[in-house]
């Protein structure tokens, strides 16, 4: 086990200096190759137990969007041990809570329990690990369940439904332009032996981490997961076979119309290095400059776009760095009043060319890194979203050193940092940008 | 493998809730002013996190100026004393504070995150934007806009527009009968005038309930309730005279154009004071409370694959007690769907639980209560929610027993006087197949 100096030196520091209290994480590695992060939080008597396979959406063969996804909902179907249906219920009996999500690079499972109850759930991830068993009268119903879970998140909302189109716009050739949860008509033909393949190939100790976050010690834990994961076989992982994004040489732009849309809106989004493929602080810059420009009424959008021009009814910006191969910078903004889409792009536009020209001040860099670090305090107090940022970054690609470093490279950022990254990041041809827009014939009908 | 789980659940420990010697860890603190707050100090973090709950909150809002409470809750943060809303949102960004306020069907809250270090300064703000808020023209103007944008995009969504017909339906004039937010007309008709009289009935003292968790003394704690709360308006406690609930069942299509319906359903329950509240809860987790446990998710979603999400849950208003339940299926299935949700109403009512269901809902709902308090934001939420409800400062220590102590008999009892099947009062919204389209109600539906 390698237990960080530093985090105890932090845990001690806590006692007399409370603004520099840092979590306490450990981490230790299986024989077998299963990563293992511990993050002690003694407040309740609780566990948030997770495994995270480095496996998601965007490792999908052509032609099987969403089998990530789906192999995540069959997961719960049972194990040789455990029968049909009654995973879930296990873990209810013993009076825990169970979940599990897919994202573009990740699939995870967690379990939420008292402490005493650690190595219960250990056990049955770990079966479920190599074991499960997906029986074919399970295969149609939970197909189906996929199929409804489609239509409450994208189908039924004309905004889930543009905001796919922007993602599939955004990316010309990697997969990160499909969405998770899959193109419903090849849901519609995904089977067991799909599922299973994507099983077989990615879900093994030496493909996955384990996220232990709650009131336990990292001994007590590297005990268990010896005992649950450490007999289980590594596997020989297959080749990466992730396609890479070409340059974008034109800008792309859509228009969606929907009868049910209500109240229009702008997207503006352009490819950016992530956490993981930055080559300097990049990832860390973007972070810094979206709340800049958009984290609070005072920052800049929201400021002059609602504020003082007074023509958008909310305007924003966001980074979205946590990605194994790319990230995202972009902006959003409803147009308020006779205010036109092609107007409030135009102002966002200038808004951007303001930035590129007269940059960023220190003033408005030393209050964002101020809100980074208090965000960081205030995010100790949830243990389930410490475990989640921590299974994500390491999940992607990350180091627990350069997690762990992290304020440190926040806090060097510098304005010619950020206005360097932005000026990589917002180039016009680079660009997509979409219209969400209600249909033609019921235009100006209701203000 | 069932059985091996039930013997680990029946060996499941009384687990502490918070932590050793929980019971003397919440304390019921007063002010010299008289004002009393339930504290629960942990110094862990650095932060500290304040909730406060106004008893009145929509139902508090004049007939035909429904929404001015939402309005005015909105309104806060947008300048008060010598600060307008850029002000006041800097002050807040300089101390990395938060304080949000917001508006429900019986209440309206207040909640605070604050670095320890800032508490004092951060409530200061508080009081300014408590008890000398500007309410100008401008901000007026412009959050009623944001208002009536989502009251517009309600207005299209298929949920929104099931929940809101269905309160409309059942509660005829009641203040419940209205959204939060108001309609469209009440909204585009409120006056600052209606706004300033809606302000002076949302906040007094004889109807407030504070709740403080995180790292600071209870002296310091006091001095600022004083300082904070002292003068605001004594006020009156409100009558909690019971509101009319519609008695007949009954079947509302309202036909939108989405591929997935969205139905809300539902009749009169119980009381939060109900002797009864305990068996219920215990009765509603098997019936459709458990999430992939209840016997609604068994037939709806794992059987039948008609779902993503099927549930019901005890809704217990200050002036009513509501017994809720929905989906949201395929059109084609919506039928099918509903007839299984009226089934296990049904089955419920006659049959009530099996010893072993009774069984796993305890050891469940006792051994997850523990996960209510693994965050001092949840905690806070606790201790405010609580002495809403009027439980006793030792609830945290007496509420499992009270779940242990229910009988098979208490919920067959339970079960047999609240589940109606016959008055379920349902709204569909979408194109469900083989069902009434034309929006009219027709009377008894089912059984």
């Given amino acids: 086990m390698k237990r960080l100096a530093s985090t105890l030196l932090a845990a001690f520091a806590a006692m007399t200096a409370p603004a520099l209290a840092e979590p306490v994480i450990s981490d230790f590695t299986l024989d077998n190759g299963m990563r293992a992060v511990v993050i002690e939080d003694h407040r309740a008597p609780v566990v948030t137990h997770m495994v995270w396979y480095r ?92 199929l409804e879970e489609r239509s409450s998140r994208t189908d039924n909302d004309p905004g889930g439904r543009f905001r796919e189109q922007y993602m599939a716009a955004l990316y010309l050739n990697h997969a990160y332009g499909i969405p998770v949860i899959g193109w419903r008509e090849e849901i519609e033909s995904l089977d067991r032996d799909d599922a299973l393949e994507m099983y077989e190939r990615f879900y093994a100790p030496n493909n996955a981490i384990l996220i232990v976050a709650g009131d336990v010690t990292p001994d007590e834990v590297e005990a268990l997961a010896e005992e649950h994961y450490g007999v289980i076989e590594p596997v020989e992982l297959p080749e990466s076979v992730r396609a890479t994004e070409p340059p974008h040489l034109a800008a792309r732009r859509l228009e969606m119309r929907d009868p049910r849309v209500t109240q229009e809106r702008i997207w503006r989004g352009y490819l950016a290095p992530s956490y993981v493929t930055d080559e300097g602080n990049e990832a860390e810059a973007l972070s810094l400059l979206s709340d800049i420009l958009s984290g609070g009424t005072t920052r800049r959008l929201p400021r002059m776009l609602t504020l003082d021009t007074d023509i958008a009814l909310y305007a924003g910006a966001y980074y979205s760095g946590m990605a ?107 660009s997509v940008t979409g219209y969400l827009m209600k249909a033609k014939s019921e235009e100006g009908a209701d203000g | 493998m069932r059985t091996l789980a039930l013997a680990l659940a029946a060996s499941l420990a009384v687990v502490p809730v918070l932590a050793q010697d929980d019971a003397s860890r919440i304390q019921e603190v007063t002010s010299p002013g008289g004002i009393v707050a339930w504290f629960v100090q942990e110094p862990a973090i650095p932060i500290v996190t304040v909730q406060i709950a ?103 969504s298929p949920q929104a527009q099931a929940g809101r017909r269905w309160y409309a339906e059942v509660f005829g004039d009641a203040s419940y009968a209205t959204p939060v937010a108001g309609t469209i007309e009440t909204v585009t008709a409120l006056t600052r005038d209606d706004i300033l009289a809606a302000y002076g009935r949302m906040v007094a003292k004889a109807r407030m309930k504070i709740g403080v968790v995180g790292d600071i003394e209870a002296d310091a704690l006091t001095a600022l309730l004083d300082s904070t709360f002292g003068d605001l308006p004594e006020g009156e406690s409100l009558d909690k005279t019971p509101v009319p609930v519609r008695e007949t069942g009954g079947l509302i299509v309202i036909e939108e154009d989405v591929p997935q319906s969205a139905v809300v359903l539902g009749h009169k329950g119980i009381l939060r004071d109900d002797p009864d509240y305990i068996p219920a809860y215990v009765m509603n987790y098997v019936l459709g409370g458990g999430g992939l446990t209840s016997r609604l998710t068994d037939e709806v979603r794992e059987k039948n694959g008609l779902a993503y999400s099927v549930y ?136």
Avoid at chain 2, 69 to 98: K, P, R
Avoid at chain 2, 146 to 154: D, F, H, M
Avoid at chain 2, 316 to 342: C, F, H, Q, W
Wanted: net charge negative.
């Fill in chain 2, 312 to 447: 019901s849950y005890l809704y217990p208003l200050d002036r009513a007690g509501l017994y809720m339940g929905g989906v949201a299926t395929a059109n084609a299935r919506v039928a099918k769907s509903l007839e299984l949700i009226r089934q296990e109403w049904a089955r419920m009512a006659e049959g009530g639980l099996t010893q072993e269901e009774l069984d796993a809902a305890k050891t469940y709902l006792t051994g997850s209560f523990a996960l209510r308090f693994d965050s001092n934001s949840k905690i806070t939420g606790f201790l405010v929610g609580a002495q809403s409800a009027g439980l006793p400062i030792d609830y945290i220590d007496t509420r499992n027993g009270l779940v242990e102590a229910v009988t098979l008999e208490d919920v067959s009892r339970v079960a047999e006087r609240l589940l109606k099947p016959d008055d379920l009062f349902v709204v569909v919204v979408g194109k469900p197949e083989g069902m009434e389209s034309a929006d009219t109600l027709m009377e008894g539906i089912g059984g």
């Fill in chain 1, 324 to 430: 194994r191969d790319m990230g995202e910078f972009a902006f959003y903004a409803a147009p308020k009043g006779d205010t036109t889409l092609p107007q409030l792009e135009g102002a966002l536009d200038w808004m951007i060319a303001d930035l590129l020209k007269n940059g960023v001040t220190e003033e408005e860099l030393a209050r964002a890194k101020k809100s980074a670090i208090a965000s960081e305090i205030f995010a100790q107090d949830s243990q389930s979203s410490m475990a989640r940022q921590y299974g994500a970054a390491l999940t992607i690609g990350l180091e627990l050193d350069e997690i762990e470093s992290w304020r440190e490279r926040l806090e060097a950022v510098t304005v010619e940092d950020v206005m360097r990254a932005a000026r990589a990041v917002l180039v016009p041809e680079r």
């Fill in chain 2, 54 to 156: 106004f008893d009145g909150g929509a139902r508090l809002d004049e007939k035909g100026k429904e929404g001015a409470v939402n309005l005015a809750a909105g309104l806060i943060e947008e300048g008060a004393g010598d600060m307008d809303n850029q002000d006041f949102a800097a002050e807040l960004d300089d101390l990395s504070s938060g304080i949000g306020f917001s508006a429900g069907r019986d209440g309206f809250s207040v909640s605070v995150s604050s670095l320890s270090e800032n508490i004092d300064a951060t409530m200061d703000l508080l009081h300014v934007a408590l008890t000398e808020p500007l309410f100008t023209d401008e901000a007026i103007e412009r959050v009623r806009e944001q208002v009536l944008s989502n009251l517009r995009s309600q207005e299209k």
């Fill in chain 1, 55 to 146: 496996v998601g959406s965007a490792d999908e063969p052509p032609g099987k969007t969403g089998i990530a996804h789906y192999l995540e909902h069959l997961m719960f179907k049972g194990t040789d041990k455990i029968a049909p249906g009654q995973f879930s219920k296990i873990i209810a009996a013993n009076g825990g809570q169970d979940n599990a999500f897919t994202s573009r690079d990740y699939t995870a499972y967690f379990q939420r329990i008292a402490k005493d109850r650690l190595g219960l759930v250990m056990g049955m991830e770990a079966d479920r690990m190599r074991n499960v068993n997906i029986r074919q009268d399970d295969i149609v119903a939970e197909r189906d369940v996929v």
